[in-house]
């Protein structure tokens, strides 16, 4: 579905108009150029608080990928990076105000603002884990400052041995995939598995599987990994057959004509990895629904038809999967959670009651799943431009749309370029992760 007031926005004419009459004018985001997707451009100016950790792991990043880097406000426009690891108390919190008031003038549109810094758990003064906590705050409210001209602002917090895993977030978030992320928190821990990988085919040899890929968003996905060099396979309730057929040999992949909530779904979908290469890097549980009733008039089969789809067979997988040794070594489990499970929505108790619960699993199977090398992380889509949202009365889609610090809502490639993060090897640092794709909604921010 178009977003008619954006694309008025960006024309000539509409440019004047909305600036005349002082209205607002979302910037038309920049994606990745599928011809040469993860290739990172432009100069970035780099601060670093004094003691900064990173600088040898942010130094590297930005010269293996030619970054220009400007130690002074640059005349061209282009990304700040900021180390603030160092700082360690309030006084100290002021280099961080001086760096942005120099260094915001020179933030392009659709720049990247991306502020490193320390998890508490890294840090034994008390001090210094408390002052770190502000970095929280502080991005929140910059996205809001910048957000008008399509510029993000996130922040990379380093664990205890997570300097080694630095280098594939501070790729991600300055590249055009990372367009809809914003004011949004990843954390880098010390690796699960190893990170070797080609940066721009990081899937190649991986077999991937991506539930609900026919259509939407669960498409995006089976696309960008594929892009990526994955053999997708994709699953779809067999009434999509077609859809799911034609997809899936448009990539190569295969095609997996399944109802998740089935009895023994669970398992035939492991034996059918087993079967066909007995490797599987990653599975996606894209796959699922809405039953939107106010919870008085809720019946029992919109209730519990829907914790089927969304969670119930997302469990049963994720316990076939883990129950063999195929994901180990590597592996990634990736939930599909929404803005819904973190701010409740009128209408929604039943999916907001699965997405949170996504959210519950990332939270208790990470430390099991890290054990064996394999990462679990979740995305939370905003408001994403699907046959999901098309539905949405008109004057609630534009609300939802409007309702974020970029002004327009996501794509579904905008998810799908997330959980591509996610899935690379390089990202084996990254685990129990839960990120809102949403553009910086204000809904439960
Ligand atoms: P969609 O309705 O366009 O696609 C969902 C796909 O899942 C469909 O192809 C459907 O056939 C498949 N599916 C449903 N039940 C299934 C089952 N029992 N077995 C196998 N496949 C099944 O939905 P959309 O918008 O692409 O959403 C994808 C995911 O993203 C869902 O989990 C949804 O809750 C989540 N999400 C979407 C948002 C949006 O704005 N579109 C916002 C937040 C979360």
Not at 64 to 79: D, F, R, S
Not at 167 to 172: E, I, K, N, S, Y
Not at 197 to 215: E, F, M, Y
Request: proline content about 3%; charged content about 15%.
């Amino acid at each position: 579905m178009s977003d008619t007031y954006l694309e008025l926005a960006n024309s000539n004419l509409g440019k004047k108009l909305f600036s005349a009459m002082g209205l607002p004018e979302p910037v038309t985001l920049v994606r990745e150029d599928p011809k040469e997707p993860h290739k990172l451009s432009g100069q970035v100016l780099w601060g670093n608080s004094h003691g900064a950790a990173f600088e040898d792991a942010i130094g590297q990043c930005l010269k293996e990928n030619k970054l220009i880097v400007g130690g002074t406000p640059m005349g061209v426009k282009g990304h700040l990076i900021y180390d603030a690891s160092g700082i360690a108390s309030a006084e100290q919190s002021s280099q961080l105000h001086t760096f942005f008031q120099q260094s915001l003038k020179a933030l392009a549109p659709n720049g990247r603002v991306i502020v490193v810094g320390l998890k508490s758990s890294a840090t034994n003064d008390v001090e210094q884990g408390t002052v770190q906590r502000g970095l929280h705050g502080f991005i929140k409210s910059l996205a809001k400052e910048i957000g008008r001209n399509g510029a993000t602002a996130n922040l990379i917090l380093v664990d205890k041995g997570g300097e080694v895993s630095l280098q594939a977030p501070l790729r991600f978030l300055l590249s055009a995939g990372s367009a809809f992320l914003n004011a949004q928190i990843l954390t880098a821990a010390s690796p699960v598995a190893s990170m070797a990988a080609d940066w721009q085919r990081p899937l190649v040899g991986k077999t991937v599987v991506v539930t609900g890929a026919a259509r939407g968003i669960g498409l995006a996905i089976a696309k960008v990994l594929s892009r990526d060099g994955a053999m997708v396979i994709g699953v779809d309730v067999p009434q999509s057959e077609v859809d799911l057929i034609s997809v899936m040999s448009s990539l190569g992949g295969m095609a997996l004509p399944l109802d998740i909530t089935d009895h023994g779904a669970a398992v035939h979908l492991r034996d059918y990895c087993l079967t066909k290469g007995g490797e599987l890097h990653a599975i996606i549980h894209n796959a699922g629904i809405t039953r939107d009733k106010m919870l008085s008039r809720m019946s029992d089969h919109q209730w519990n038809m829907l914790m089927q789809v969304n969670l119930g067979s997302v469990q049963r997988i994720n316990s076939a999967l883990l129950d063999t040794d195929l994901l180990d070594n590597g592996g990634k489990i990736i939930g599909v959670a929404s803005i819904s499970g973190i701010a409740g929505n009128v209408g929604q108790t039943n999916y907001a009651f699965s997405k949170s619960a996504v959210i519950g699993m990332v939270e208790t199977l990470a430390d099991s799943c890290a054990a064996r090398g394999i990462t679990i992380n979740a995305v939370a889509p905003g408001f994403i431009e699907t046959q999901m949202t098309a539905a949405i009365p008109f004057l609630t889609r534009q609300m939802g749309r409007r309702l974020s610090s970029l002004g327009q809502g996501g794509l579904p490639i905008d998810v799908a370029e997330v959980i591509g993060f996610f899935v690379s090897p390089q990202a084996a640092g990254i685990n129990g992760n839960v990120v809102r794709v949403c553009g910086q909604s204000l809904l439960g921010a």
